[in-house]
Structures are given as C-alpha cells and as structure tokens.
C-alpha cells in the first residue's frame, strides 16, 4: 500500500534543519512542484522515489519546532494554541514534568545566513547540545505537521491582552537548567 503514487496514509518523514550542516543535509525548499516532487506545503515537501517507490515527506525541523513552541507560549484560549493536559495524578504530574524536559532539550538560535548582508537573512536554527532526550519534541513537531498536511492551520488573531488569573505549574527545570512553565487548560 505504501509503494502506490499517490497513497499518502503512511509516510516516512525526515527532519531536516541547519544546525545538521551541509554534510548531513540542510533543508532547501523546492522553487516549484514537479513530477519528482509532487506537494509543496509550508516548509516541507513531499517527493516521490522510484526506487523503492514511494513517497517521502521532508520537513524544515527548525521551522516547526518553532512554531511548536510558540503554539505552546499561546494563551491556552488563543486561536493556534497548543496545550497540554492537565494533571490530576501523581503519575500525570511526572509524565508532565518529562515533557517539559524534552521540549527544552533543545534551545533555539538566531543565527545569520551565510552571503547574506547583516541584519538580513537571520533564521531560527534549534540546537541540541546536550544528551538529555528530545523523542518528545521531535514526535510532538511532526503531530504538527501532520496536522498541517491535513489543513489544520495556525492563525493569528489580535486580540485585548487576556490577564489570566489561573494558577501556573509548579516551576520544573529543563534539561539545559532553565526553568519551564507550563499552562493547564
């Protein structure tokens, strides 16, 4: 089923993003569709590979951690907001607290394009520095491009700032040391 042009229940994805390096292979986006690749989305593209026929999907992993994060910094009632459960249980509240570690695993880093003029050309590159886990913010950025691929999309609406008066998350102390809250919904 998964070698039928065309059939895109199941794909293999790969992440691609600038702190890999050129060796590895930094994500270009294609100028245009093609035969060879087909869907161009919002950072991400689909290609089609004779061999071993199939389709495969690559995404800007920079791109959609970042919007990750900046779904999950929404106010919770915002449209485009992301949140998380809220914890009941003692068990919930440590599966919370691991989430937060792997969300924060990595850091994100403005950084300048090469042969671009200074000031212009800066992107945001996620970089993993240490050896804490980040299974969780990689599954959790591909849920979101998955939902994107399927229309779900991220709106901005201006609205009056919301003062929110619900309490916060005990603070809890990412991999890298730095403090983290979260909101419950």
């Known amino acids: 089923a998964l070698r039928e042009h065309g059939d895109e229940r ?27 690749r087909p869907v161009l989305g919002d950072e991400y593209f689909l290609q089609w590979h004779e061999r071993p026929r199939l389709l495969e999907l690559f995404a800007n992993t920079d791109f959609w ?3 990750l ?56 590159v996620w970089f993993h520095e240490s050896r804490a886990a980040n299974h969780w913010l990689d599954a959790l950025y591909w849920c979101v491009v998955a939902a994107h691929r399927m229309g779900v999309k991220f709106v901005e609406r201006e609205a009056a700032p919301v003062v929110n008066t619900e309490p916060l998350l005990p603070e809890i102390v990412g991999a890298d040391g730095r403090a983290v809250r979260l909101r419950t919904r």
């Open 65 to 67: 951690k970042t919007s």
């Open 69 to 124: 994060h900046e779904a999950l910094a929404c106010d919770p009632d915002a449209d485009g907001s992301i949140t998380v459960f809220e914890p009941v249980e003692e068990h919930e509240h440590k599966i919370l607290a691991q989430l937060a570690k792997h969300l924060t695993s990595e850091r994100a880093i403005e950084v300048q394009q090469p042969g671009k003029q200074k000031g212009k050309g800066l992107v945001t």
């Open 10 to 36: 199941f794909l293999p994805a790969h992440g691609m993003g600038a702190a890999a390096g050129p060796k590895r292979g930094m994500y270009r986006h294609p100028k245009e569709p093609s035969d060879k």
